[in-house]
């Protein structure tokens, strides 16, 4: 379901004047998404040290994936 967003518009002294509304599509709300899950899986990956980490990692993604249908 779109999302309605709001810019302001301020007087440059922290005075909020105006606030104009948008609309933020379905698609734009799910590339949204992704990205910040992207974001979330980069520093997951940058913070495995060893081989260890790397195994616990695997492990929770490929459970993931198999919870969400995209693994068999």
Known sequence: ?????????SDGKGKILNR????VSDEELAEEKEQDAMR???????????????KVFLKKLVRRLIKNGALP
């Open 1 to 9: 379901m779109p999302e309605t967003r709001y810019i302001s518009e």
């Open 20 to 23: 104009v509304p948008y609309e």
């Open 40 to 54: 979330k899986a980069e520093k997951l990956i940058d913070a495995i040290s060893n081989l260890n980490g790397a």
